[in-house]
């Protein structure tokens, strides 16, 4: 499944069944640092998830590497 140009994917933490993605290793990191102060409620973050070549994600399966995550602040501009 591909996305296409300017679309983006969103995890919203916190909001909606967890049982699915919350047995994820990139889901359990993305609460840990959500716990740690990194992600702040309310505002939004462009994340970019680095999984192992070996991961199981790419085969369709559950996250059972240890990614490399990085975190951006996503800047809104308000609209009139």
Known sequence: MGKKKGQRRTLVIGDGPAEKWVRH???ARLLELAAEGVLEE????????????????WGGGICNCDP??????????EVE
């Open 68 to 77: 490399d995550i990085e975190v951006e602040e996503f800047e809104s501009k």
């Open 42 to 57: 309310g505002k939004g973050y462009i994340t970019e998830i680095r999984h192992d070549d070996w991961c199981a994600i």
């Open 25 to 27: 290793n990139y889901s």
